[in-house]
């Protein structure tokens, strides 16, 4: 049984001490109190979007054209949110999104995010560009769940020793991002020549890599620059074709899943490429500007593959609500992107945990008081377009 909403209590109780929360419970406010916690540079990275940011507001805008309508007396005070996604057991449909170069939100980066992720029963996608090993984030996520997202390398040797290392640490599924194969015009780390990997930030992955440093004539620390610039041609600038995904299949036995996906028909090529499952997602509104709300085109990607492969969703997911319109349009689990990554720039592990619980009590809440138990009551009929 779902006991999310005891948060509400918890916090409540504090106020008993004149204790308030340390952060907000308005997961749409994390950003604004981000935005004086941290540097600009790194502020910039993380807030923006493609462009002039239409797609950014695009996301959020998707989510205001549906209201739930809810339901009276049905027996809603126990709830069940658990499910299985791709043999991955969790207890509610909800999975930390991969978000690269951590560090430039906190010192202790994706290990504070994978132990959120393990207290809390999470599953944690690691990013390719995350600032800490492999190895070290399975470390700390212990005996938590956790996914691999892969930026796909040019070089084969590489792809195969990162699937390779992912698979020997417990990564159970690979999530292949396909919409970053080169950065997106984005004039707010343009304005401030902001790029964290040209920094030899995020590149913790690549550099403990054996394949990746046989190809250098110096360790990266001898010579940073030398492995930086050996590294950014390699991840990004290069796009792949729909033929070369038997490769991945051929050396990764587990599920894998298409990051980015956002047509019909992109949909139907993942189900005839044999892949397990898709995510929706336009990255968050950073890769074009202008692209279609993410929400907006869910309904019609699920309607003809939804029976064939997993669907997963993110970009613009912020609130309970949203989690409950996604779940009802028909994705079977949603991924948090900035909301955590704010709150791992507010306070550490405690401030990813603190995000992750707000959303998780007010996606119960919201389930409860729409008059629902169960994944499986949500579904379009819940619903009305505004
Ligand atoms: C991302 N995202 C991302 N995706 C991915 O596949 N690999 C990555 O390394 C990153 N890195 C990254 C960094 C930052 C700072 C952000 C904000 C996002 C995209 C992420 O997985 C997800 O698709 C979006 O964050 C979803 O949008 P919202 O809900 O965060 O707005």
Request: aromatic share 6%; with cysteine; hydrophobic share 45%.
């Amino acid at each position: 049984m779902t006991h999310f909403n005891s948060y509400q209590n918890e916090i409540y109780l504090q106020g008993l001490a004149d204790a308030v929360p340390a952060f907000t419970t308005d997961a749409t406010l994390l950003e604004d109190a981000a935005r004086v916690a941290m540097e600009p540079g790194p502020f910039g990275y993380v807030a923006g979007g493609a462009g002039s940011g239409a797609t950014v507001r695009a996301n959020r805008e998707a989510f205001d054209r549906w209201r739930i309508v809810p339901r009276m007396l049905t027996d809603a005070t126990t709830r069940d949110l658990s499910c299985t996604v791709l043999g991955t057991p969790m207890p509610a449909p909800v999975l930390l999104a991969p978000v690269g170069v951590q560090s430039i939100l906190h010192a202790d980066g994706e290990l504070a995010t994978a132990r959120a992720a393990a207290a809390l029963d999470l599953t944690m996608v690691l990013s390719t560009a995350s600032s800490n090993t492999i190895e070290d984030v399975a470390a700390a996520n212990g005996s938590g769940s956790r996914w691999y997202q892969l930026y796909w390398p040019n070089d084969n040797d590489v792809t195969i020793s990162l699937l390779n290392r992912a698979k020997a640490a417990g990564f159970t599924v690979l999530v292949v991002t396909l919409d970053t194969w080169t950065l997106a015009w984005r004039p707010r780390d343009l304005d401030q020549s902001y790029l964290p990997f040209i920094r030899g930030i995020g590149t913790a992955i690549p550099f403990s890599d054996p394949a990746f440093l046989a190809g250098l004539e110096k360790t990266p620390e001898q010579d940073p620059q030398s492995a930086i610039l050996r590294w950014i041609p390699m991840f990004t600038g290069t796009d792949k074709r729909w033929d070369q995904l038997p490769f991945l299949r051929e050396h990764w036995d587990g599920p894998i899943v298409l990051k980015g996906i956002q047509s019909v028909a992109d949909a139907a090529r993942a189900v005839a490429a044999g892949m397990d499952g898709i995510v929706v997602s336009n990255h968050g509104g950073r890769q074009v500007d202008g692209a279609v709300g993410a929400l907006d085109v869910l309904p019609e990607i699920v309607a003809v593959v939804g029976e064939q492969l997993t669907v997963l969703f993110d970009s613009g997911v912020r609130t309970g609500a949203d989690v409950v319109k996604a779940l009802a349009l028909g994705a079977r689990a949603v991924l948090l992107g900035r909301v955590y990554a704010y709150g791992l720039a507010l306070g550490g592990e405690a401030g990813v945990r603190h995000a992750l619980r707000t959303v998780l009590a007010d996606l119960d809440s919201t389930v409860a008081l729409s008059g629902h138990r169960t994944l499986a009551e949500l579904s379009p009929d819940l619903l009305r377009r505004s």
